[in-house]
């Protein structure tokens, strides 16, 4: 995919299949995936979905700290969803 691209990353959060190394501490994997992504490429332009995240237990610090250009929201009606868009896109 080009890096310089805006690009969607919709990530699954479901722990059903979950990496064996991770299931003693489940909330690892989203920040493990999230901080890959942004090892890899700027993300300020890209927009990032997160669902399943009802399941999340943990706090979403890092999400602020990988994206500090984008507006954050997650879902107020329970549904476990996290959208992350530019600012001013």
Do not use: C
């Not at 190394?21 to 490429?41: F, G, H, I, V, Y």
């Not at 927009?47 to 943990?58: G, N, P, R, T, W």
């Not at 999400?63 to 984008?70: A, G, I, K, N």
């Amino acid at each position: 995919m080009p890096g310089d691209a805006p690009t969607l990353f919709w990530l699954d959060y479901d722990y059903e299949g979950a990496d064996a190394r991770l299931k003693a501490d489940p909330d690892a994997r989203l920040e493990r995936e999230l901080r890959l992504l942004a090892s890899l490429r700027d993300l300020s332009r890209d927009v990032l979905l997160v669902d399943d995240l009802s399941l999340f237990q943990s706090d979403l610090n890092f999400v602020t700290e990988l994206f500090p250009r984008h507006l954050i929201n997650r879902s107020p009606q329970g549904t476990g969803i996290l959208i992350a868009i530019p600012q001013g896109a």
